[in-house]
């Protein structure tokens, strides 16, 4: 069974970073995509990040292109925004379409103004 534990959240000023980390274990496959999800209260669950562990190919939400980086265990978030305070969930699929398959239990990230 698939087991994905995230790390590394908490709170940061503005244009700081924070660096999340997704420990996966029971992979049975060496083809698989990681991605990074987020939700805020009141708003709907969207996904900021995917790459796939073949290709390396990865894909970003417009709004964190250029300030987020992702890799197979982690994301490192740079020149946080206030619109970036989530819960981040790190899941995992066969592919960046199908990567919400596990979920992990979500890590608290908060940016203050």
């Known amino acids: 069974e698939v087991h994905l534990v995230e790390s590394g959240g908490g709170l940061v000023q503005a244009g700081g970073s924070l660096r999340l980390s997704c420990a996966v274990s029971?992979?049975?496959?060496?083809?698989?995509?990681i991605g990074w999800s987020r939700q805020a209260p009141g708003k709907e669950r969207e996904r900021v990040a995917c790459?796939?562990s073949m290709s390396g190919s990865t894909r970003y939400k417009d709004s964190v292109k250029g300030r987020f980086t992702i890799s197979l265990d982690s994301l490192q978030m740079n020149s946080l925004k206030p619109e970036d305070t989530a819960v981040y969930f790190c899941?995992?699929?066969?592919?960046?379409?199908?990567?919400?398959?596990?979920w992990g239990q979500g890590t608290q990230v908060t940016v203050s103004s």
């Open positions: 899941t995992m699929g066969g592919d960046c379409a199908y990567v919400d398959e596990h």
């Open positions: 790459i796939d």
């Open positions: 029971g992979l049975t496959h060496d083809a698989y995509a």
